[in-house]
T-cell receptor
Framework: GENVEQHPSTLSVQEGDSAVIKCTYSDSASNYFPWYKQELGKRPQLIIDIRSNVGEKKDQRIAVTLNKTAKHFSLHITETQPEDSAVYFCAAIVGNTPLVFGKGTRLSVIA | NAGVMQNPRHLVRRRGQEARLRCSPMKGHSHVYWYRQLPEEGLKFMVY????????ESGMPKERFSAEFPKEGPSILRIQQVVRGDSAAYFC???????????FGPGTRLTVL
């Protein structure tokens, strides 16, 4: 089955700097890659997603890139703010199979 | 448009009791998924349901756990004879189409004493 590895497990950045979180997946047939943000004690929130027919997608300060050849995708957050501090999860899906999540990255933005 | 609703938000049970967790999907969503999250860990898929049907239960333990999504009413995740290891946050998510674009509820935090 699909396996998703996420790095780093923790990340600290200064406010205003960029943050990058990377995920690799094992099944080349994976076709949908969402990213979720989870604040402490809250629900995971879908912040951006990308499908396998697209290489990059942006939404204001966040962007996701997908490299199908290397089987990895990354989340980029620019001009980080304290409210970006949370745990971020990547996930991948192959056709009609369940979402497989990475173990999460705890991002701390230091003011 | 109300989001995914779950209740109760917190549930305390003693070992051996039953836990019932409820999930109402977003309006217009007919696909429901249940996940379990242990502290400091990611989300683990348990079961995927559509109205009156279990589509995929590959992540759900064979014993003590069951799920349903009746024609009327919320989806129910039922845990019989709970043990301490069942303590976790249980999230449900819904989507308008199978598997994609899942939106999560606030979760039920189950504590087994």
């Amino acid at each position: 089955g699909e396996n998703v590895e996420q790095h780093p497990s923790t990340l600290s950045v200064q406010e205003g700097d960029s943050a990058v979180i990377k995920c690799t997946y094992s099944d080349s047939a994976s076709n949908y890659f969402p990213w979720y943000k989870q604040e402490l004690g809250k629900r995971p929130q879908l912040i951006i997603d990308i499908r396998s027919n697209v290489g990059e997608k942006k939404d204001q300060r966040i962007a996701v890139t997908l490299n199908k050849t290397a089987k990895h995708f990354s989340l980029h957050i620019t001009e980080t703010q304290p409210e970006d501090s949370a745990v971020y999860f990547c996930a991948a899906i192959v056709g009609n199979t369940p979402l497989v999540f990475g173990k999460g990255t705890r991002l701390s933005v230091i003011a | 448009n109300a989001g995914v609703m779950q209740n109760p938000r917190h549930l305390v049970r003693r070992r051996g009791q039953e836990a019932r967790l409820r999930c109402s999907p977003m309006k217009g969503h007919s696909h429901v998924y249940w996940y379990r999250q242990l502290p400091e860990e990611g989300l683990k898929f348990m079961v995927y349901l559509q109205k009156e049907n279990i589509i995929d239960e590959s992540g759900m333990p064979k014993e003590r756990f069951s799920a349903e999504f009746p024609k009327e009413g919320p989806s129910i995740l039922r845990i019989q004879q709970v043990v301490r290891g069942d303590s976790a946050a249980y999230f449900c998510a819904s989507s308008p189409r199978s598997y994609n674009e899942q939106f999560f509820g606030p979760g039920t935090r189950l504590t087994v004493l």
